[in-house]
């Protein structure tokens, strides 16, 4: 089955600074990635996705890129703020296969 | 806020003991997945029903079932209860299959 795998576990960067989380997925058969900001005591959101004809997406300061040959995606969050603090979840779906593999979670915290 | 409820928000209950965790989706979403999310599991498929049948199947144990009413809601039965069952129960729904889900706010569940 799929297997996801997310570096770093944790990550501190100061405000305005950016920030990246990187995530590798086993199946190459996976054609959809979505990325879930978790708050505590909340359920994940999701905050951005993106499919696999696609090799970049964007909305505002938060981008997707997804390196299909090597099998890696990843988040990248600009000019960060507070509010960006929270754990960090990739995940990947398989063509024909509707559940989603979660990574590990990265606990991200900005440092005001 | 995903438009995903679920109730209710926390339960507490002894070993051996039955609960039922109740999940609404969206509207208009046919998909219902249930997820579990414990400190060293992370979050995990469990099941996914669409439009009242069962879809998929993932690290789900005997004691668990689920289903999905006429009204789409869905509803996960944990039985005979464990130590270990102790997590955070997640919902999600998502208009189709392969389509984005969307979280509900969880269940905490402590078993004592």
């Known amino acids: 089955g799929e297997n996801v795998e997310q570096h770093p576990s944790t990550l501190s960067v100061q405000e305005g600074d950016s920030a990246v989380i990187k995530c590798t997925y086993s199946?190459?058969?996976?054609?959809?990635f979505p990325w879930y900001k978790q708050e505590l005591g909340k359920g994940p959101q999701l905050i951005i996705d993106?499919?696999?004809?696609?090799g970049e997406k964007k909305d505002q300061r938060i981008a997707v890129t997804l390196n299909k040959t090597a099998k890696h995606f990843s988040l990248h969050i600009t000019e960060t703020q507070p509010e960006d603090s929270a754990v960090y979840f990739c995940?990947?779906?398989?063509?024909?296969?509707?559940?989603?593999?979660f990574g590990t979670g990265t606990r991200l915290t900005i440092i005001p | 806020d995903s438009g995903v409820t679920q109730t209710p928000k926390h339960l507490i209950t002894a070993t051996g003991q039955r609960v039922t965790l109740r999940c609404s989706p969206r509207?208009?979403?046919?998909?219902v997945y249930w997820y579990q999310q414990s400190l060293d599991q992370g979050l995990q498929f469990l099941i996914q029903?669409?439009?009242?049948?069962?879809?998929a199947k993932g690290n789900i144990l005997e004691r668990f079932s689920a289903q999905q009413f006429p009204d789409l809601h869905s509803e996960l039965n944990l039985s005979s209860l464990e130590l270990g069952d102790s997590a955070l129960y997640f919902c999600?729904?998502?208009?189709?299959?392969?389509?984005?889900?969307?979280f509900g706010p969880g269940t905490r569940l402590l078993v004592l």
């Open positions: 509207s208009g979403d046919l998909s």
């Open positions: 199946d190459s058969a996976s054609n959809y």
């Open positions: 999600a729904s998502s208009v189709d299959r392969d389509q984005t889900q969307y």
């Open positions: 995940a990947a779906m398989g063509f024909g296969n509707e559940k989603l593999t």
């Open positions: 993106i499919r696999s004809n696609v």
């Open positions: 029903y669409y439009n009242g049948e069962e879809r």
